[in-house]
């Protein structure tokens, strides 16, 4: 078994700044729960951060998900076009709506194909006046859920334009690449989740900011906002006598988790810094490995390099091996996630020309990636990688040649 105390998780919080500082107002004031100051400067600080208009603090990012859906008009019945690459929380966001997903590939940088959602978009569907509307099912299509995977950002460009032929809803699932951006194009400068209708951030514990748990819904438009306020807070109407004319959700931060946010935030910069940095190392070191690459960024952009993850070039089996063969020598790794199209709950769900999705969810393996990762840390975690697969694999092909 390994030695706990030189074990290298998969990616862990950083708190080296004013973490301490900022919670002990909180406590110091009484200021703890879901009312104070904090909340309102975690939002204005996204707001300054990303360049949007409102942001609207909640208790996770799969909570701001689903407000988002409700803000963009999916009701029941109704079809979301999402990836089936990508953690379960936006699908389950649209099945909360009794709304049911369409599962779409991946492309090279495992984030939602657009020229699939196209195809789909004009051979599986038609355009009627109550809107696109799925020829397989009979249900109407009202919006596209792209999620930046690993802070990779999504082709925006061609989604977008896709989105407007067919007057769908765009939810960017932003929860896991605060801090990306694109250097080009229509979008130069723009943050991933202040493209679409509306966008979503998480700041789970293993995100590259965190409050804990906590989400963060932004746009652009003002009675989104409004609205986006109002349901998550329980959709007083009058907080005084406790009139609710409609169904709210008690899905507000709390203000010592917005104090954390806010100290997190200041960092996030570094972080990215750091974080680069340290993918550049790992890409240096497995770059003379034929079988082991790691994954390329898209062009045009600034990701803020959450994840890393290692493509091996082998069948599947060989990969989970390597999971297991290191996580006894002390260091955490982990698969891609199951595919949504082939989860229980959505094994009847219409996908669409599934095929990229299923060579990475084969290949993939994300490596350690928080950042206070050390040079010696990747050292050993690149050495005791190529250690691992050349004892255990590049031998044994050898040996049945």
Request: glycine share 6%; proline share 3%.
């Amino acid at each position: 078994m390994c030695n706990k105390d030189l074990f290298i998780p998969l990616s862990v919080p950083v708190m080296t700044g004013n973490e301490w500082k900022y919670i002990k107002e909180c406590l110091d004031s009484s200021w703890v729960s879901s009312a104070g100051p904090y909340v309102n400067k975690f939002e204005e600080a996204v707001c300054k951060y990303t360049g949007a208009k409102h942001a609207i603090a909640c208790m996770n990012g799969t909570a701001g998900l689903q407000i988002a859906l409700i803000l963009a008009g999916v009701k029941d019945n109704d079809e979301v076009i999402v990836p089936t690459l990508t953690f379960i929380a936006p699908v389950n966001a649209v099945k909360y709506l009794n709304a049911e997903p369409v599962f779409m590939d991946c492309d090279d940088y495992m984030n939602i194909d657009p020229e699939k959602i196209e195809a789909f978009c004009k051979y599986k569907s038609e355009i009627t006046d109550k809107g696109l509307r799925n020829k397989k099912s009979g249900r109407i299509i009202k919006a596209i859920i792209p999620v930046h995977i690993f802070g990779n950002p999504c082709n925006m460009v061609h989604i977008i334009e896709i989105a407007k032929k067919y007057n769908l809803k765009v939810i960017e699932d932003a929860t896991e690449s605060m801090g990306s951006y694109y250097t080009e194009g229509v979008y130069k400068n723009k943050f991933t989740g202040t493209i679409g209708n509306l966008g979503v951030y998480s700041f789970n514990g293993n995100k590259i900011i965190t409050t804990g748990g906590g989400g963060m819904i932004i746009t652009d438009n003002e009675e989104l906002a409004r609205k986006a306020k109002y349901l998550t807070t329980q959709a007083k109407d009058d907080a005084v006598n406790f009139i609710h004319n409609e169904i709210g959700y008690n899905f507000r931060l709390t203000n010592i988790q917005a104090a954390m946010g806010v100290a997190q935030l200041e960092q996030l910069n570094n972080f990215i810094r750091i974080k680069k940095k340290n993918y550049e190392l790992y890409k240096e070191k497995f770059k003379n490995i034929k079988e082991l690459e790691i994954m390329e960024i898209p062009e045009g952009t600034s990701p803020n390099y959450w994840f890393y993850s290692l493509i091996i070039n082998r069948e599947k089996n060989v990969r989970d091996e390597l999971i297991e063969k290191l996580d006894d020598r002390g260091i955490q790794t982990r698969p891609l996630w199951y595919l949504n199209h082939m989860q229980k709950p959505y094994i009847n769900n219409q996908s669409y020309k599934i095929e990229k999705a299923l060579w990475f969810w084969e290949r993939v393996l994300n490596i350690p990636s928080s950042s206070n990762l050390t040079e010696e840390d990747i050292k050993k975690v690149t050495e005791t990688i190529k250690d691992c697969y050349e004892k255990n694999y590049i031998n044994r092909w050898r040996r049945a040649l």
